[in-house]
């Protein structure tokens, strides 16, 4: 069976998402929709390419990736097909597909713009119920990517942080809010796996426990360990670390050992 995912900021009051599930349907009634988040902060195209990069890679072969964060609606920008050696990835080109770019070593590229794999009449305000959605139909029923539109060499791009050494630190910093209130950063755990002395900071604050699950945590207390993404991330045994540290993305984190 195929799959296509959707990603969005549209939420699930509207029915913006329920018109492309039909839509898709309409097209291919065969295929398993699969929601990937619908509560990405309205136009944030950072956190979209963050949900994004950590859940496509569990998917199977040939899953249709479709992502709607578009604050350039109706603009001048492109949308696009990203083709990699496991899947295809339909988003507007604002640098969505960061993440994703910098995760694969080989991809293709192609504009989506035959009107064949659209709906007729086109909305300006709705690309992604009147060409994502139909397009990315197409693409799971059979492979319709070289007729999408003309081969790009490159797409936008978003500034990605990088967390960097110096010394004997590693700076870094939180680039996701889970629903639980976790601080998700920017460092890798191989970093903590070598250095198994480091010591976690965050905004001056030192984070003296460590452990390998939330279980191991006392109450009340912050902790680090590595999450489920490889990364390392603060948290709050049954509580929430944002609420009691009030730090908000962007914040900045440092590792340091002797």
């Not at 009634?29 to 902060?41: L, N, R, T």
């Not at 859940?55 to 990699?84: A, M, N, Q, W």
């Not at 700076?171 to 889970?178: K, T």
């Amino acid at each position: 069976m195929s799959v296509i995912t959707l990603t969005t900021d549209f939420g699930t009051k509207d029915p913006y998402v329920a018109s492309m599930k039909g839509v898709i349907l309409g097209v291919n009634s065969g295929v398993s929709i699969v929601d990937g988040s619908h509560d990405i902060p309205p136009g944030d195209v950072r956190e979209a390419a963050f949900v994004l990069e950590t859940f496509y890679s569990y998917f199977p072969k040939g899953t249709v990736h479709v992502i709607v964060v578009d604050p350039g609606v109706g603009g001048e920008r492109k949308l696009l097909c990203l083709k990699t050696r496991k899947a295809f990835f339909l988003a507007p080109d604002n640098g969505v597909l960061t993440a994703v770019m910098r995760k694969e070593d080989r991809y293709e590229l192609r504009e989506v713009s035959n009107a064949r794999f659209f709906l007729n009449p086109v909305s300006a305000t709705f690309h992604g119920r009147d060409k994502l959605a139909p397009a990315a139909a197409y693409l799971s029923r059979s492979n319709v990517f070289a007729q999408l539109g003309p081969v790009l060499k490159n797409a936008a791009r978003i500034p990605w942080p990088e967390a960097r050494a110096d010394r004997n630190q590693i700076l870094g910093e939180i680039i996701h809010l889970d629903r639980f209130g976790n601080l998700i950063t920017n460092i890798s755990g191989k970093d903590v796996r070598n250095r198994p002395k480091a010591e976690m900071w965050l905004a001056g604050r030192k984070i003296s426990r460590w452990g390998t699950h939330y279980a191991q945590g006392e109450k009340g207390v912050l902790m680090s360990l590595i999450g489920s993404g490889g990364r390392v991330e603060i948290g709050l045994p049954n509580g929430s670390a944002a609420a009691k540290t009030h730090v908000r993305v962007g914040e900045k984190v440092v590792l340091k050992w002797r």
